[in-house]
C-alpha cells in the first residue's frame, strides 16, 4: 500500500549536486596535453599571440572577471579560431553560468580542434548530461574516457548518467572505479550505493550508504536512500534511527511518510498513524501517506476489537481519498470491499 521512490533516486540527487558543483575546469588537467613541469619534458615553446591571450584569459577567469576573460579568449580565437584551449574557456563561462547550448557550441569546437582533448571531451558530455541529454553525454564521457580511463570525474559522472538512463547494472562498474581512484568521494560513494540499491543488493547499498557518512555530514537524500536499504532488508529499527536523524536536522515529508511505514512494520500503530498525519500535513496529496495512515487506523481499530467505528470510518475515507487521485490501485478498492459495512 505505501508508493515510495526509489532510495537511488535521492542519492542521485547528491550525485548530480557534484556534477553540477564542478567549479572551474582545472587549467593542465587529466588529458589535456600540458605536459609542462613532468621530468624529461620538452622545454617550453614561445607564447604565439593566441596563447598569450588564452593564458590572459585563463588568469581572469580564475580571479573571477569572467567578462574580461571571455574578451580575452574570444581575441585569441579571433587569432587562431582552432585554438582549443581558448574555446574550452569560452564554454567554462557559459557552463557556469548555466548558458548551457552555447557551452556546448564552444566545447563542440574544442572538439572539433583537438578530438583527443579529454577536457573537450569530458566537459561537453558534462554540458550534455546538464542538460538531460543522457544518450550524447554517455557518448561524450566513453571518448573522454578512452583518453584517460582513470579519471575520477569522467567514472563518477558517466556511471550518474548511466544510472539515470535505467542501467543500474552497468553504472556499478563506473561507480566503483570512481572511488576506487578518489575513495574520499561522496557523490561518489551515493552513486555506488544508488545503483547497488537499484541492482536489489541492499547489503551492499549499506555499506556504501555508510561510507558516504563517514565522509562527513550527509544530505537529506543520502539517509534517505539508508534508511531504504534497512527497510528492504527488514531493519526497521535501524531505518527508524536513520529517519529520526533526518527528523532532528528539520525534518522531511518523504522521511515523515518513511517513519510511518517502519512503525507499522513494527507493530507500533498508534506512533505509525502520528507520522503518517505529519507526512500529511507537508504533503496532503501524498497517497502513500494516505494509504499507510488508513492501513495503520484499520490496525488500531482491529486490536481494540472493532469498538470504535469512527476511526474504521476515517480509514475508508482515506482510501477513497487516495483512490481519487490515484485510480490504479486495486488492493484499495479490495480494501474498502472488504471493512464497509452495509
Known amino acids: 500500500m505505501h508508493q515510495r ?126 542538460q538531460g541529454k543522457l544518450a550524447q553525454a554517455i557518448a561524450s564521457y566513453t571518448r573522454a574516457l578512452r583518453i584517460d580511463p582513470d579519471s575520477y570525474l569522467a567514472n563518477r559522472d558517466m556511471g550518474a548518467a548511466v544510472l539515470q538512463s535505467g542501467d543500474p547494472a552497468k553504472s556499478i562498474a563506473f561507480a566503483k572505479r570512481a572511488v576506487d581512484v578518489n575513495p574520499e568521494s561522496q557523490p561518489g560513494w551515493a552513486n555506488l550505493a544508488a545503483a547497488y540499491s537499484l541492482t536489489g543488493d541492499y547489503e551492499k547499498a549499506v555499506e556504501a550508504y555508510r561510507q558516504t557518512l563517514e565522509l562527513g555530514e550527509a544530505a537529506t537524500p543520502v539517509l534517505l536512500g539508508l534508511a531504504d536499504a534497512h527497510i528492504k532488508l527488514g531493519n526497521y529499527q535501524r531505518a527508524e534511527n536513520v529517519l529520526r536523524a533526518v527528523e532532528r536536522e528539520g525534518g522531511d515529508p518523504i522521511a515523515r511518510e518513511r517513519m510511518g511505514l517502519v512503525l507499522f512494520k513494527q507493530r507500533k500503530f498508534d506512533s505509525a498513524a502520528q507520522a503518517y498525519r505529519a507526512a500529511l500535513e507537508d504533503t496532503p496529496n501524498d497517497t502513500a501517506a494516505l494509504n499507510g495512515l488508513g492501513v495503520s487506523l484499520m490496525a488500531v481499530y482491529l486490536r481494540d ?21 490515484r485510480p490504479d490501485q486495486g488492493a484499495l478498492i479490495d480494501l474498502i470491499s472488504r471493512y464497509t459495512k452495509e
Request: charged content about 25%; aromatic content about 8%; glycine content about 10%.
Open 5 to 130: 521512490y526509489p532510495s537511488a533516486v535521492f542519492a542521485l540527487c547528491l550525485a548530480l549536486a557534484g556534477v553540477t558543483g564542478c567549479g572551474p575546469r582545472p587549467t593542465g588537467s587529466a588529458g589535456s596535453g600540458t605536459d609542462a613541469g613532468r621530468p624529461g619534458a620538452a622545454p617550453a615553446q614561445p607564447q604565439t599571440v593566441a596563447e598569450q591571450w588564452s593564458s590572459e584569459g585563463e588568469r581572469l577567469k580564475r580571479e573571477g572577471y569572467t567578462a574580461q576573460a571571455f574578451a580575452a579568449f574570444s581575441r585569441a580565437i579571433e587569432d587562431n579560431p582552432r585554438l582549443t584551449e581558448a574555446h574550452l574557456g569560452i564554454g567554462d563561462i557559459y557552463r557556469e553560468r548555466a548558458v548551457y547550448d552555447k557551452a556546448d557550441q564552444a566545447y563542440r569546437k574544442a572538439v572539433v580542434s583537438d578530438p583527443n582533448n579529454f577536457d573537450a571531451r569530458y566537459y561537453l558530455g558534462l554540458t550534455n548530461h546538464l
Open 305 to 325: 476489537g472493532e469498538e470504535d467505528d469512527d476511526v474504521r470510518l476515517e480509514a475508508l475515507s482515506l482510501w477513497r481519498r487516495s483512490l481519487e487521485l
